[in-house]
């Protein structure tokens, strides 16, 4: 699995933006590489504006990672549907991001200031 999922601080700071608002933002994100895939950066919970979050029914699970569970996104007249997750027990491999959320870049702007 080492060769699979690499986890690393993710340089510089980072935010989220959803509908204008920024959500998060830190300078202690990680960013998990994982073959096949994009990069990901995950966010430590105290750098987020948990407020905005909901947590959601949904749950998937993948076999490098474990269990995640997802938010949805509320704000003002809108609600993006499982727009975060969290592995909040992830297997060994991925033990770094345990706690952190990341964010579905398809609805929100997650980026690099």
Not at 72 to 94: F, M
Request: net charge negative.
């Amino acid at each position: 699995m080492a060769d699979r999922l690499n986890i690393h601080p993710a340089e510089g700071v980072w935010v989220v933006r959803a509908g204008g608002a920024i959500i998060a933002e830190s300078r202690a994100a990680l960013q998990l590489d994982e073959t096949g895939y994009e990069p990901v950066i995950y966010f430590p919970r105290d750098d987020i504006a948990m407020a905005f979050l909901e947590p959601s029914e949904t749950t998937t699970s993948c076999p490098h990672k474990g269990a995640a569970s997802y938010f949805h996104i509320t704000g003002p007249g809108t609600t993006l549907r499982d727009a975060a997750w969290s592995y909040d027990a992830p297997l060994p491999g991925a033990a770094g991001i345990g706690g952190y959320l990341a964010f579905d870049p398809e609805q929100v702007t997650v980026e690099r200031l």
